[in-house]
């Protein structure tokens, strides 16, 4: 039976992997047993997907990315080149912390994008829509829609789903405020720190 997804002839695929049609996996890289890949994904050169990971579909993982157990990627999920997952908080080499009940679960939501060379430690979500400017580290949970960077990453704007626009709202942590996307028009309610598409 002819497989829907692509592997490419220098890459490991381990036993026990899901991979949906559409997926392509370029060269040198390793999936590990357990994981599921959904639909249409790309795995760029030189990536590593750690045992029992969930991908969602859509998800482009550039260059030279590890992608560690207790890692989710939800739908449609941009991870940029050398950009860094953790999965261990206080990682010793003597006293060595595997298993997953060392893990510290973090789960990147749907349609957010990881900017190249950001680190996102491990136990903080990264919220649906969300954008992690290129060297930040995320030492905290970062909200829907919002915009950090630094390190550590700090919350400094709002962005639309479309990527293309700041938001005309404030970080303020108790105004209640609306706006509309420029370019594409899509209209934003926020609460605090609650932004939702209206």
């Known amino acids: 039976m002819e497989k829907k997804f692509f592997v490419h002839a220098s ?23 357990g994981t599921k ?37 939800e739908d449609y999920v941009f991870c940029g080149p050398s950009m860094v997952f953790t999965n261990v908080l206080n990682p010793r080499s003597e006293f060595p912390q595997r298993g ?56 400094k704007a709002w962005i639309c789903a479309c990527g293309q626009e700041k938001l005309d709202m404030s970080i303020d942590e108790h105004s209640h405020e609306t706006a509309q996307c420029p370019k594409c028009g899509r209209k934003y309610e926020k609460n605090g720190l609650e932004v939702k598409e209206i």
């Open 11 to 33: 890459s490991y695929v381990d036993d026990n992997v899901q991979i949906d049609e559409g997926t392509s996996i370029w060269h040198f890289s390793h999936v590990q047993s």
């Open 37 to 73: 890949i959904g639909k249409n994904c790309t795995l760029g050169q030189n990536v590593n997907i750690g045992n029992n990971v969930t991908i969602g579909n859509g998800v482009k993982i550039q260059n030279n990315v590890s992608v560690y157990e207790g890692v989710e990627l």
């Open 100 to 155: 997953s009940e060392f893990y510290l679960k973090t789960v990147v939501k749907k349609s957010a994008s990881l900017g190249a060379n950001s680190t996102i430690v491990c136990g903080h979500d990264v919220g649906r829509y969300a954008f992690v400017g290129a060297g930040a580290v995320v030492t905290k949970t970062v909200p829907d829609y919002g915009m950090v960077y630094g390190n550590p990453a700090k919350l």
